[in-house]
C-alpha cells in the first residue's frame, strides 16, 4: 500500500548497533502500528500509538523503543540490536473505531549479525 | 490469552477449482475478524472485514464467513486463479484488555497451478 512508506526497505547491521526503522503515511490515519513477522508465524504486535500523544506496548515491546513524531510518523528503535531481532518488520495504519481495517507497509527486512 | 489457527499450512490447487480456507480462535469475544492476503516481498492487504454481529462478508470472488460461538471462520474462494496464489492471514480484535490489537493466525500459504 504506497499510502503507507517504510524505510528502509532492507537493513544488515552488527549486534549492538542501534537501529531505527521510519514509517511514514498519507492516509491521514490516527492509528498507527509496529509489527514483527517471523517465517512461519503470523505477525506480533510491538508498538501501538493512537494519536500523537499516545503510545502503547504490545505483546513483544522488550529491546524495542517508538516515538510519534506527527501523526504522519512513526518510527522504531533497536537500541542494541540483537540476532533475534532478525525479522520482518511492517508498520501499518488504521483510521479510528475499532471497526476499521488496518493498512500496512510493504515491510522492512532486518538481518542482525 | 487469545490464540489463532490456521489449517492447512499450506494448499495446491488446480485453476478453476473452489476451495475454502479455515480459520479458528479461542476466545469468541471478539470485535471482528479479519482476512488479509500477503505476496512475497510485500506487506498485508486487507481483504474483507468481518465484525462480531455479521455472519459473512463478499468480495467478488471471496466469501468469508464468521461462526463467533463456535470460533470459527472460513475464506471461500470460488474459480481459483494462479494470481490468487499468496499466503492468507486471517486475525482478531478482542473485546478484553485494553489494546484493541489483532491477533493474527499464521497463516495458509496458497499455490494455484494454471
Known amino acids: 500500500d504506497a499510502d503507507v512508506t517504510q524505510t528502509p526497505r532492507n537493513r544488515i547491521t552488527k549486534t549492538g548497533k542501534r537501529i531505527m526503522l521510519e514509517c511514514s503515511q498519507t492516509?491521514?490515519?490516527?492509528?498507527m502500528y509496529w509489527y514483527r513477522q517471523d517465517p512461519g508465524l503470523g505477525l506480533q504486535l510491538i508498538y501501538y500509538?493512537?494519536?500523537?500523544?499516545?503510545?502503547n506496548k504490545g505483546e513483544i515491546s522488550d529491546g524495542y523503543s517508538v516515538s510519534r513524531q506527527a501523526q504522519a510518523k512513526f518510527s522504531l528503535s533497536l537500541e542494541s540490536a540483537i540476532p533475534n531481532q532478525t525479522a520482518l518488520y511492517f508498520c501499518a495504519t488504521s483510521d479510528d473505531g475499532t471497526n476499521q481495517p488496518q493498512h500496512f507497509g510493504d515491510g522492512t527486512r532486518l538481518s542482525i549479525l | 490469552k487469545q490464540e489463532v489457527t490456521q489449517i492447512p499450512a499450506a494448499l495446491s490447487v488446480p485453476e478453476g477449482e473452489n476451495l475454502v480456507l479455515n480459520c479458528s480462535f479461542t476466545?469468541?469475544?471478539?470485535?471482528?475478524l479479519q482476512w488479509f492476503r500477503q505476496d512475497p516481498g510485500k506487506g498485508l492487504t486487507s481483504l474483507l472485514l468481518i465484525q462480531s454481529s455479521q455472519r459473512e462478508q463478499t468480495s467478488g470472488r471471496l466469501n468469508a464467513s464468521l461462526d463467533k460461538s463456535s470460533g470459527r471462520s472460513t475464506l471461500y474462494i470460488a474459480a481459483s486463479q494462479p494470481g490468487d496464489s499468496a499466503t492468507y492471514l486471517c486475525a482478531v480484535i478482542n473485546v478484553s484488555g485494553s489494546a484493541r490489537q489483532l491477533t493474527f493466525g499464521s497463516g495458509t500459504q496458497l499455490t494455484v497451478l494454471p
Open positions: 492516509k491521514g490515519h490516527d492509528r
Open positions: 500509538s493512537f494519536d500523537v500523544k499516545d503510545i
Open positions: 476466545d469468541s469475544a471478539i470485535y471482528n
